[in-house]
């Protein structure tokens, strides 16, 4: 299991956490994800890996409750535990000298581009970030995005925060003002990672987005995540998450990410209106699980010291 070392909202419905996972925080690389559930019966989401501390062994993920699951997890907090973790997952970000790279992002996808940021600008570009958010209590690590980049620009769509408008008003801008753009890269609702994909095609600017497809193993298997390129079809899993912007059939991904609209619906609606029950049962869960672990370490401990063969012969022979 993994312990929540802290967790602190972010944001309207937006909350962090940094999670105990050594083995993960020692691999990480920008633009990878893990896949947690939260108990035995729960279903398996995946979230991009935030940053990572190799020495405390943490790694530090960002969730924006939009369901059932992402809810479940946002109710919980420091000292908490999450069942399991998978990862780290997909493959890292493309990191090079392209110039000047413009990293797009709406909502908590900042907290999703920031490690690439951070990456690329160490590797010598000029990194001009677009912050995109519904409204001011939505912008999330604005001193990070300003860290990370070299030019910062926040857009909020009622113009509650920064300037008015959405991300793709500020790069058609930089683009009409004579700014040569080398890279983009755009994480965030797939109309706006279409959107992007739509200006900079045309303009043939490199340009790479990270699909948020629906995932459940993360290992290629179940075909779930599966997405279109052009005549190919490839898992975002293992393949991505991060794709050239002009292959991408992004009416077939919307399609696909709708397809348990109802579903997801209908379990979000009955787990607000039993929350207090439905956290009481995961919290017996996670404790059932610690209760377990700790008689398996006592009996390990027991069979160090009596010499009476290890405890997997006691349990599994
Ligand atoms: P639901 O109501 O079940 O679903 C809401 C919508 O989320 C669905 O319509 C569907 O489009 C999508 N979704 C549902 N189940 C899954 C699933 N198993 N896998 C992927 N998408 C699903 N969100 C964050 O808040 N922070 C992140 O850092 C982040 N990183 C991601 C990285 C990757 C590689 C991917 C593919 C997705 C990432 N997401 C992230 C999105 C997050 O996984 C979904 O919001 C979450 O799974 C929704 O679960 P739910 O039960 O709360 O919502
Ligand atoms: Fe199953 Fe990608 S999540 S193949
Ligand atoms: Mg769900």
Known sequence: ?????????????????????????????????????????????????????????????????????????????????????????????????????????????????????????????????????????????????????????????????????????????????GRKIDFVLAVGPVPMMRAVAQITGPLGIKTMVSLNSIMVDGTGMCGGCRVVLGTESRFACVDGPEFDASKVNFEILMQRNAMYRDKECASLTHFKSHKDEEMALLRADIAQKEADIAQLRAELAAAENDGAGSVEEKHYV
Do not use: W
């Not at 050594?22 to 947690?36: E, M």
């Not at 920031?114 to 600008?121: D, E, F, G, I, N």
């Open 1 to 177: 299991m993994y312990r929540i070392v802290e967790a602190r909202s972010v944001g309207l419905n937006i909350k962090q956490f940094v999670v105990e996972a050594p083995r993960i925080a020692r691999k990480q690389r920008p633009g990878q994800f893990i896949i947690l559930r939260l108990h035995e019966k729960g279903e398996r989401i995946p979230l991009t890996i935030k940053s990572s501390d190799p020495a405390a062994g943490t790694v530090t993920i960002v969730v924006q409750a939009v369901g059932k699951t992402t809810s479940m997890l946002c109710e919980l907090n420091t000292g908490d535990f999450i069942l399991d973790m998978v990862g780290p997952l997909g493959h890292p970000s493309e990191i090079s000298n392209f110039g000047t790279a413009a990293i797009i992002a709406g909502s908590v996808g900042t907290a999703m581009a920031l490690p690439t940021a951070h990456a690329l600008k160490d590797a010598g570009n000029q990194v001009v970030f677009i912050e995109g958010a519904r409204s001011k209590e939505m912008v999330v690590f604005e001193d990070e995005v300003r860290s990370a980049s070299t030019e910062t620009h926040i857009m909020t769509d009622d113009g509650s925060y920064g300037e008015h408008g959405l991300v793709t008003k500020k790069l058609n801008e930089l683009i009409a003002s």
